[in-house]
C-alpha cells in the first residue's frame, strides 16, 4: 500500500478544514444579538409562539418590522385575521433570521404560510456579497422545511434600494435576486415571488412617496407590498374566499320577502336598470320622489338588501329569473359590510374579487350589459379611522381586479360626501354609513350624467 506522508496529510487536511469553513460563511452561520430591545423583542415572539395557534410567519428585517410602524393599518386589514406573527427585527440579516428559528418554541406551532423578505442588510452592511446573501436566504428556507415539511414558503425578491438604478446598493440587490430562482428551484413548496416593479417609476427610479429613504416603504409602500401579495399568499394559505361564495340570509323573514318581492317584479320584465348593493342602496326606498325622478325613466329595480355583502348578491343573482329581463345597465354598490366587523374574514382585496364575481355573473347573464361600478362609499367621521381606510383599501383594489374587463366603468364620487379635511358630516351621513336625504341627492346629481351616457 502507497502510504502519504505526513506532511502531504496536513496539507490535505487543512484545505479540506478551509473549504469547509469558506461553506459556512457568515451568511448561514446563526448569530444572535445582544441589544436590549433585540432580546426583549425575540422573548416576546417566544412567548407568543408557546401559545400556539399560529398559521402565518412574516420573516424579516426593518422593512418587515415596519407593519407595527407604517404598515399597521395595513396589517390590521390583511394579515390579522389570518393569525399571523411579526417575526421582522431592524438590522437583522439572515444570520440573525437562521440563530433566532434555532432559538424559537417551532414545535408548538404549525403554521400554514412564510413570507420571508431578508437580505438588504448583509449587503447594505457589507457582512457578505449578494452570492453568499442568496445561500442564506436558501438556508433560511432549508431551517423552516425542515422544521414544517408541508408550509408553503413565500421568498420575496429583496425589494429595491438607492433612488438610481446605478446605485450601489440598488445594484447589489439587485444581484442577489438574480441568483434566487437558481438556488431555489429545487426546493419544495417554495414560491419566488418579484413584486418589485410596482414599488418602481417607469424608468426604474424609486420615488421618496414609497420610501423616503430610498430603502423602506412608507404607508403607500405597505399598500403596495399587501395588496399585490394578497391573492398569492391567500393561495398559499389554502384560504377559501368567502366574497365569492354565494351565501344566502333567508332564515330572516324580512330578507326572504324582499327577495320573493324582486323575484315577481323581475319575472313581469321590463326592467333596463339594476341597482345593486346593500342598505345604502336598499335606502333608496325612502326616497321615492328622488328615485322616480333619477332614475324612473330606466325601468329600475332595487336590488340592495340591509346587512348585505358581496356573496349575498352573488346568491340572490344565482336565484332570480335574469332571463326575463334584458337590462342595459347596472349600477353596484357594495363591499362595505364586508370589511365592517372584524368578524368577517376578507381582506380588502378578497372583498374587491368579490365585486369582480358580481360583474362577471351579471356580464354572463347580459354580456353587452353596461356595468358601473361605484367605488365604496366612504365610512366613518374621520380619514384615519380603520373603517375608512379599509373602504378606500377596497377602492384601491378595484382598478386592479377589473382591468381588462370590458363594458365596465368605475364610478367615484366618494369624495363629494366629505368636507375638505376629510370629514364625514351628519348632515350627510348621520351614523358616518348611511345616507340621508342631501346624501342621496348627491349620489343623484353625480350619476346622472353616467346613467345618460350609458343609456
Not at 348593493?277 to 328622488?290: A, F, M, V
Request: glycine share 8%; proline share 7%; aromatic share 8%.
Amino acid at each position: 500500500m502507497k502510504r502519504t506522508p505526513i506532511a502531504l496529510l496536513g496539507i490535505a487536511l487543512f484545505f479540506s478544514a478551509a473549504v469547509s469553513i469558506f461553506a459556512q460563511h457568515v451568511a448561514v452561520t446563526p448569530e444572535n444579538k445582544s441589544d436590549d430591545w433585540w432580546v426583549k423583542r425575540h422573548a416576546d415572539n417566544v412567548e407568543q409562539m408557546s401559545k400556539g395557534d399560529i398559521d402565518l410567519l412574516m420573516i424579516g428585517d426593518s422593512i418587515t418590522h415596519g407593519w407595527e410602524g407604517g404598515g399597521k393599518n395595513y396589517w390590521d386589514m390583511y394579515y390579522s385575521f389570518r393569525k399571523p406573527i411579526n417575526l421582522g427585527f431592524s438590522g437583522d440579516r439572515t444570520e440573525n433570521v437562521l440563530w433566532r428559528l434555532d432559538h424559537l418554541p417551532l414545535d408548538k406551532i404549525s403554521p400554514k404560510a412564510a413570507m420571508i423578505m431578508i437580505g438588504t442588510n448583509n449587503v447594505g452592511h457589507d457582512s457578505t456579497n449578494p452570492k453568499e446573501t442568496s445561500e442564506g436566504i436558501k438556508a433560511i428556507v432549508n431551517r423552516l422545511q425542515k422544521a414544517y415539511p408541508q408550509m408553503q414558503i413565500l421568498v420575496l425578491n429583496v425589494f429595491p434600494r438607492d433612488n438610481k438604478t446605478d446605485g450601489k446598493y440598488r445594484k447589489s440587490v439587485d444581484e442577489i435576486n438574480s441568483y434566487l430562482p437558481e438556488v431555489l428551484k429545487d426546493e419544495k413548496n417554495v414560491t419566488l415571488l418579484d413584486i418589485n416593479r410596482k414599488f418602481l417609476e417607469a424608468d426604474g427610479t424609486l420615488s421618496p412617496e414609497i420610501m423616503p429613504d430610498f430603502l423602506h416603504p412608507n404607508t403607500a409602500g405597505y399598500g403596495i407590498w399587501a395588496r399585490t401579495v394578497d391573492p398569492i399568499l391567500s393561495k398559499l394559505l389554502g384560504e377559501k374566499n368567502p366574497a365569492i361564495e354565494p351565501a344566502d340570509r333567508m332564515g330572516d323573514p324580512w330578507w326572504k320577502e324582499r327577495h320573493e318581492a324582486n323575484v315577481a317584479q323581475m319575472e313581469k320584465g321590463n326592467i333596463g336598470l339594476l341597482m345593486i348593493g346593500d342598505s345604502i342602496t336598499h335606502g333608496w326606498d325612502n326616497e321615492k320622489e328622488l328615485w322616480d325622478k333619477t332614475f324612473g325613466k330606466y325601468h329600475p329595480i332595487n336590488l340592495g338588501f340591509g346587512g348585505d355583502q358581496t356573496q349575498h348578491v352573488l346568491w340572490r343573482l344565482d336565484h332570480l329569473p335574469t332571463e326575463k329581463i334584458a337590462p342595459k345597465v347596472a349600477e353596484i354598490m357594495i363591499g362595505t359590510n364586508n370589511v365592517g366587523s372584524p368578524a368577517h374574514k376578507n381582506s380588502p382585496y378578497q372583498v374587491a374579487v368579490g365585486i369582480r364575481a358580481i360583474v362577471e355573473k351579471l356580464q354572463k347573464q347580459y354580456p353587452d350589459m353596461k356595468v358601473l361600478v361605484l367605488k365604496v362609499f366612504p365610512r366613518s367621521e374621520k380619514p384615519d379611522e380603520l373603517p375608512r381606510l379599509k373602504v378606500n383599501e377596497i377602492n384601491a383594489c378595484l382598478p386592479i381586479v377589473l382591468d381588462g374587463i370590458k363594458n365596465v366603468q368605475i364610478v367615484d364620487f366618494g369624495g363629494k360626501f366629505l368636507t375638505p379635511d376629510g370629514t364625514l358630516p351628519k348632515e350627510i351621513m348621520p351614523d358616518f354609513l348611511h345616507l340621508t336625504n342631501e346624501g342621496y341627492q348627491i349620489w343623484a346629481d353625480s350619476i346622472a350624467p353616467e346613467l345618460g351616457e350609458s343609456l
